[in-house]
């Protein structure tokens, strides 16, 4: 079965300064997908952004990067010019490409994330 | 922008008494899953649903749980006799596509129903 795991329970960063986010997980596997979801203290989950593992290429949208290593089974997510907005719990979820079933997220336990003006 | 829609935002019940969430999924989509999250701990896979039928499911989702899609747009979770420990946030999901490529596999979630279990 595959895990996920999200090693920094808490994180704090200044107001327009960067933060990375760090999230392991186990498989075997060749193809999956990887994402970043954020729950703000409304609870809702929202999506940040999501990594292919066929692809070479970190993901990126606007403020929000991703360093996925496939080797090291790594796959942490950057927060450029950090806003008082992205204050959050940011979970690293897994997904199976195999089809037949196996579609459900697979979630690590999270990282609070607090911004400091 | 299409939105999944989760009712209602929170239910407090009885232990023993039965209870029936519901959500109505993005129009086009066809997978559709259930999702809880116990305050303070990681969210957690109970269900998957396509076709009218479940697809997976996890050891959560035992005997006291039941999933239906009675009409069109609706999708429910229904907890036969609540306990104590089934106090969580439930989250609805739905997806269009299963299988290659991220964009179309992507989960959209609702806002959650809060469940306490009194």
């Known amino acids: 079965a595959q895990t996920v795991t999200q090693s920094q329970p808490e994180m704090s960063v200044q107001e327009a300064e960067t933060v990375t986010l760090s999230c392991t997980y186990d498989?075997?596997?060749?193809?999956?997908?990887l994402f970043w979801y954020k729950q703000p203290p409304s609870r809702q989950m929202i999506l940040v952004i999501r990594q292919e593992a066929y692809k070479q290429q970190n993901a990126t949208e606007n403020r929000f990067s991703v360093n996925f290593q496939k080797a090291a089974k790594s796959f942490s997510l950057k927060i450029s010019d950090s806003q008082l907005g992205d204050a959050a719990m940011y979970f690293c979820?897994?997904?199976?490409?195999?089809?037949?079933?196996?579609?459900?997220?697979?979630f690590g336990k999270g990282t609070k994330l607090t911004v400091n003006p | 922008e299409p939105e999944v829609t989760q009712t209602p935002s929170h239910q407090v019940t009885q232990m023993g008494q039965e209870v029936i969430l519901r959500c109505v999924p993005i129009?086009?989509?066809?997978?559709f899953y259930w999702y809880r999250q116990i305050l303070g701990q990681k969210v957690e896979f109970l269900v998957s649903f396509y076709n009218n039928e479940i697809s997976e499911k996890s050891e959560i989702f035992d005997d006291q749980f039941s999933v239906e899609r009675p009409d069109g747009s609706n999708f429910t979770l229904k907890i036969r006799s609540t306990k104590l420990e089934d106090s969580a946030m439930y989250f609805c999901a739905s997806s269009n596509q299963r299988g290659q490529g991220a964009l179309n596999t992507e989960a959209f979630f609702g806002q959650g129903t809060r469940l306490t279990v009194v």
């Open positions: 498989t075997s596997e060749s193809d999956y997908y």
């Open positions: 129009s086009n989509h066809l997978y």
């Open positions: 979820a897994y997904r199976s490409a195999l089809g037949g079933g196996s579609e459900k997220l697979v």
